[in-house]
């Protein structure tokens, strides 16, 4: 049987190192590509490398996965990905749309919470968006990058990570919610516009 805490003990100081810091890059973009949710990876890298550190190691970890997940979208896994976008209708639309708005929604939808970052990647292989858009868009994700290893490193320690999150009385929590819902209305807008010229489209033809 697996001791996990022992497991933990021996391997968060192993990664708190700097080749354990090199080493955290590629395991959080295999995090990324394996669809696993980035915040307590995020949270981790605050309380290992502190805000700013943790920050830059988890930017550049999430945007090679991202690429990594959107090539293997628009290529091997295409079927697949299709087959998981089809049990997600609001996936499908933005597929579509984010091919008629590019850049701008694909930032929008970066900074705006309740598009799922993971997934994302795969879908928009499958979207006719340039990978230089793409790659650009992933700017949208520092603001909740620096957001999450903060808090990690506001926590000091994993068993705290809980309790940090459940503390909704941060200036910093406000503003990335309010810019998240600011996105969040962007992106619907940016969407019924494209919905709109698609059938403007359809009726001229």
Same mark, same amino acid.
């Given at each position: 049987?697996?001791?996990?805490?022992?497991?933990?003990?021996?391997?968060?100081?192993?990664?708190?190192?700097?080749?354990?810091?090199?080493?955290?890059?590629? /395991? +959080?973009?295999? *995090?990324?590509?394996? %669809? @696993?949710?980035?915040?307590? &990876? #995020?949270?981790? $890298?605050? =309380? /290992? +490398?502190?805000? *700013?550190?943790?920050? %830059? @190691?988890?930017?550049?970890? &999430? #945007?090679?996965? $991202?690429? =990594?997940?959107?090539?293997?979208?628009?290529?091997? %896994?295409?079927?697949?990905?299709?087959?998981?976008?089809? $049990?997600?209708?609001?996936?499908?639309?933005?597929?579509?749309?984010?091919?008629?708005?590019?850049?701008?929604?694909?930032?929008?939808?970066?900074?705006?919470?309740?598009?799922?970052?993971?997934?994302?990647?795969?879908?928009?292989?499958?979207?006719?968006?340039?990978?230089?858009?793409?790659?650009?868009?992933?700017?949208?994700?520092?603001?909740?990058?620096?957001?999450?290893?903060?808090?990690?490193?506001?926590?000091?320690?994993?068993?705290?990570?809980?309790?940090?999150?459940?503390?909704?009385?941060?200036?910093?929590?406000?503003?990335?919610?309010?810019?998240?819902?600011?996105?969040?209305?962007?992106?619907?807008?940016?969407?019924?516009?494209?919905?709109?010229?698609?059938?403007?489209?359809?009726?001229?033809?």
């Amino acid at each position: 049987m697996i001791d996990y805490s022992l497991l933990v003990d021996k391997f968060l100081p192993f990664l708190e190192s700097s080749l354990g810091a090199i080493i955290f890059v590629p /395991l +959080y973009a295999l *995090w990324v590509t394996l %669809l @696993l949710p980035g915040v307590w &990876a #995020s949270m981790l $890298a605050g =309380v /290992l +490398y502190g805000t *700013w550190m943790g920050t %830059l @190691l988890v930017f550049i970890g &999430a #945007s090679l996965g $991202a690429e =990594v997940a959107f090539l293997l979208g628009r290529t091997f %896994l295409r079927e697949w990905t299709r087959k998981r976008m089809a $049990a997600v209708p609001k996936l499908q639309i933005i597929e579509k749309a984010v091919s008629r708005e590019g850049l701008k929604l694909v930032l929008l939808t970066r900074l705006s919470p309740i598009f799922p970052f993971s997934l994302l990647n795969f879908v928009y292989g499958l979207s006719q968006v340039s990978i230089r858009d793409y790659t650009i868009g992933l700017l949208g994700i520092l603001p909740g990058t620096v957001f999450f290893c903060g808090l990690g490193a506001l926590a000091g320690d994993i068993a705290s990570f809980d309790e940090t999150l459940l503390d909704k009385t941060d200036l910093v929590s406000l503003t990335l919610k309010i810019i998240g819902l600011i996105s969040t209305l962007a992106v619907a807008w940016l969407v019924t516009r494209a919905i709109r010229r698609a059938l403007d489209q359809d009726f001229e033809s």
